[in-house]
C-alpha cells in the first residue's frame, strides 16, 4: 500500500510540474511598453561620419550633432501602437526640438517584425517636423532598445545617406 501511494505521488508532482507553463515571453509591442517612464538616448552614432554644415565629421552624434535639448527626449510606447515624444525637462527657449508631448503611431512590418515605423524625435522632414522612419531592430528587452534607420539628409551641406544606430535605456 506504501507502495502504490509513493507511486501515485510521484506521478502526481510529475503531472503538476510538467503541465505548469514556463515563463510567458513578452512581445515586442509589450517589451517596447515596459519601462514605465519611457525610453532616454543613451547613445547614438552616425555610418559613415555625418557632415556638419561647419564641415566637420561626427560619428558620436551626442557630440556635435544633437542640442542639449534633444538628448533629454523621452519615448513611450502603448502595446495598442501608440507612440508619445515628450521634450524631457530640456526645452528649447527658442522653439527649435520639441516643445509639448506629441503622440503618433508606429507599427511593426507585416513580413518581419524586426523591423518598425517609428517617430525617432531628432529625424526631421524637409519642414522641420518630425516624420516617420523604417528602423530595423538590434536588440529590445527590458533594459535596451537599439536600433538603426537609414536617412538620406535634406541638409545640402550633408549630401549623404547615413545609418544612425540609437540606443535607448529606460528613463529615470
Known amino acids: 500500500m506504501k507502495k502504490a501511494f509513493l507511486v501515485l505521488a510521484v506521478a502526481a508532482f510529475a503531472v503538476f510540474f510538467t503541465a505548469c507553463p514556463g515563463p510567458v515571453e ?9 519601462p514605465k517612464k519611457g525610453w532616454i538616448l543613451s547613445a547614438a552614432e552616425s555610418s559613415p561620419a555625418y557632415h556638419m554644415a561647419s564641415g566637420e565629421y561626427v560619428s558620436n552624434l551626442m557630440n556635435g550633432y544633437l542640442y542639449d535639448y534633444e538628448l533629454d527626449d523621452i519615448m513611450t510606447f502603448t502595446v ?3 507612440q508619445t ?6 526645452i528649447d527657449p527658442e522653439g527649435q526640438g ?19 515605423y517609428m517617430q525617432v ?3 526631421l522632414d524637409a519642414n522641420d517636423q518630425i516624420k516617420q522612419v523604417y528602423c530595423h531592430i538590434l536588440t529590445l528587452n527590458e533594459e535596451t ?5 537609414t536617412i538620406d ?4 551641406e550633408a549630401k549623404a545617406e547615413y545609418t544612425f544606430t540609437l540606443t535607448y535605456v529606460p528613463a529615470k
Do not use: H
Open 121 to 123: 524625435p531628432f529625424i
Open 26 to 34: 513578452k512581445t515586442k509591442a509589450e517589451l517596447l511598453a515596459s
Open 145 to 149: 532598445f537599439k536600433f538603426n534607420c
Open 85 to 90: 515624444l515628450d521634450p524631457g525637462a530640456n
Open 98 to 116: 520639441l516643445q509639448e508631448a506629441k503622440t503618433f503611431l508606429y507599427s511593426f512590418d507585416a513580413a518581419d517584425d524586426d523591423w518598425m
Open 153 to 156: 539628409d535634406v541638409d545640402p
Open 80 to 82: 495598442e501602437g501608440v
